[in-house]
């Protein structure tokens, strides 16, 4: 097995912005990587103020480095979060993501 070590400085930079939503958030990653057994992907993912719906249908690990806002799971009650927080996402959990102060995570998705 080998070690990933998701780092800014080995890779090229963020991507261009991608807008979420009505609200005009928008969402950039780096450092996007598929695991070495292919059954997954990391990277950092940024994402500017707004309110947007859940886009990604794997399980989803999250480490917030920097931001706050919340997530509201369908049927559920708002999960509020802030940098040092850690977010488990099952598979196909959905949901609407509002976003406060710009969040800076890390990711693991799970294939």
Known sequence: MSLIRICLDDSPGFSEPTVLGDAGAQARTAAHRTLPDGK????????TSGSFRRQVAQAEYSY??????SFTP???LPV???????LYFPANTQ?????????????LILE
């Open 40 to 47: 997954g992907t990391t990277g950092v993912w940024e994402c």
């Open 64 to 69: 917030i480095v920097a931001g706050e806002g």
């Open 74 to 76: 369908e049927q559920g």
């Open 80 to 86: 509020e979060f802030q940098a040092g927080d850690a």
């Open 95 to 107: 949901g609407t993501w509002v976003i406060r102060k710009t969040v800076r995570k890390t990711y």
